[in-house]
């Protein structure tokens, strides 16, 4: 139980272009979604929380215009990453956690790169 | 000092070892604690998580927390070139659910055959 499915696992766009990113719970509902960004070698950095059915809470230093997130469900939170350019290229992973119960499940994430 | 340290090692030991992965915090309103294994270019996966003090264990693995010094501890036992990958410590303030994990830079960890 508590699986987060992300995809796509791997995209390819050109510079400008806009890309979503979709991170689904299966088997439990979410009220509450998280981004992260990964950069090689590094750990997580919270990008921002998305709340069902509300606006996102972007971390300090993060363009909310240029990472948007939409939770329009309790099983669906995206990203969008617009007019994309090469230093967004990175590793983007979302996760979720089914309730108090348990701990937060990882989406297997997205390699963005952006030529 | 950040919120979370973690020795990012890299950790090389043989198989059969016991590894002993370690985290510090410094805000003393985390209460939750949680391990994670990393695979190169895939998504964290969870190892195991604890709201308390003392220990917890699970098959190869246990996970010690000491509130009072703050710090935290990952023990894999037996350890196979499987468990090869980067463990990353993480903790939060709130057990709600929707309160932020705060996470170490990870730990590489090889297990040679």
């Known amino acids: 139980g508590a699986v987060v499915s992300q995809h796509p696992s791997r995209v390819i766009c050109k510079s400008g272009t806009s890309v979503k990113i979709e991170c689904r719970s299966l088997?439990?509902?979410?009220?509450?979604m998280f981004w992260y960004r990964q950069f090689p070698k590094q750990s997580l950095m919270l990008m921002a929380t998305?709340?069902?059915?509300?606006?996102?809470?972007?971390e300090q230093g993060v363009e909310k215009d240029k990472f948007l997130i939409n939770h329009a469900s309790l099983t669906l939170s995206t990203l969008t990453v617009t007019s994309a350019h090469p230093e967004d290229s990175s590793f983007y992973i979302c996760?979720?956690?089914?309730?108090?119960?348990?701990?937060?499940?990882f989406g297997s994430g997205t390699r963005l790169t952006v030529v | 000092q950040k919120e979370v340290e973690q020795d990012p090692g890299p950790l090389s030991v043989p198989e059969g070892a016991i590894v002993s992965l370690n985290c510090t915090y410094s805000n003393s309103a985390f209460q939750y604690f949680v391990w994670y294994r990393q695979y190169s270019r895939k998504g964290p996966e969870l190892l195991m998580y604890?709201?308390?003090?003392g220990n917890k264990e699970d098959g190869r693995f246990t996970a010690q927390v000491d509130k009072s010094s703050k710090y935290i501890s990952l023990f894999i036992r037996d350890s196979q070139p499987s468990d090869s990958a980067t463990y990353l410590c993480a903790m939060s303030a709130s057990q709600g659910g929707s309160e932020k994990l705060v996470f170490g830079k990870g730990t590489k960890l090889t297990v040679n055959p």
């Open positions: 996760s979720a956690r089914a309730d108090r119960g348990r701990g937060y499940t």
């Open positions: 998305s709340n069902e059915g509300s606006k996102a809470t972007y």
């Open positions: 088997d439990f509902q979410a009220t509450t």
């Open positions: 604890t709201y308390s003090s």
